[in-house]
């Protein structure tokens, strides 16, 4: 099946920093590329569609001014957190598709002190 | 997007058959049904999707009734590496957002 990578894996970070996040497809281009957060012991929430080359498509409730969604190319998509408080930590998940099925990466673990 | 409900979790043994249920009632005409499972600190891995009666892949099996108001994916002789939250979704075909409910927490015991 297709790849998607993500970049780090972990990261740990002060307060009122900011923070990347690489999400890449490694086999596929992705005009469209999604950008999830999870929570302990909680599901999986959708942040933002990613579209290649356009303005993201933010879900109700979550500040696009906060989390800034570039879709550069056609395999990459990155997730900058500004201003990262603790409530920001959270598990950061990101998914592209080649055609019908949705392929994952592996996620990020965001820690803000 | 259509509501599922899944329970919250379920118990096995190794080499038992996981039967787990979900319910959505108000699965449009269109939509597929879509199962992901997720180990922890893991992004979700597509299992299966189907859209009715049965169909089978080398991980789980997935049955859809005639009315489409519920699915059943069995997962046959589990071992302890199936331990993960299993996600069951009602897809479009043309629109790749997916909406995550709460899955079902399976847990495989030897």
């Known amino acids: 099946g297709a790849v998607v990578s993500q970049h780090p894996s972990w990261v740990i970070c002060k307060s009122g920093t900011s923070v990347k996040i690489e999400c890449r497809s490694l086999d596929f281009q992705a005009t469209t590329m999604f950008w999830y957060r999870q929570f302990p012991k909680q599901s999986l929430m959708l942040m933002a569609t990613?579209?290649?080359?356009?303005?993201?498509?933010?879900e109700q409730g979550v500040e696009k001014d906060k989390f800034l969604i570039n879709h550069a190319s056609l395999t990459l998509s990155t997730l900058t957190v500004t201003s990262a408080h603790p409530e920001d930590s959270s598990f950061y998940i990101c998914?592209?598709?080649?055609?019908?099925?949705?392929?994952f990466g592996p996620g990020t673990r965001l820690t803000v002190l | 997007l259509a509501k599922t409900t899944q329970p919250i979790s379920m118990d096995s043994y190794e080499g038992q058959e996981v039967n787990i249920t979900c319910s959505h009632n108000?699965?449009?005409?269109?939509?597929?049904i879509t199962w992901y499972q997720q180990f922890p600190s893991q992004g979700p891995r597509f299992i299966i999707q189907?859209?009715?009666t049965k169909v089978t892949n080398e991980v789980a099996s997935l049955f859809i009734p005639a009315d489409r108001k519920s699915s059943t994916q069995s997962l046959p002789r589990v071992s302890l590496s199936d331990t993960a939250v299993y996600y069951c979704?009602?897809?479009?075909?043309?629109?790749?957002?997916?909406?995550f409910g709460a899955g079902t927490t399976v847990t495989v015991r030897a």
């Open positions: 979704l009602a897809t479009p075909p043309d629109d790749y957002k997916l909406s």
């Open positions: 189907g859209y009715k």
């Open positions: 990613s579209n290649e080359g356009s303005k993201a498509t933010y």
């Open positions: 108000n699965i449009a005409t269109n939509d597929y």
């Open positions: 998914s592209a598709s080649p055609d019908y099925q949705q392929f």
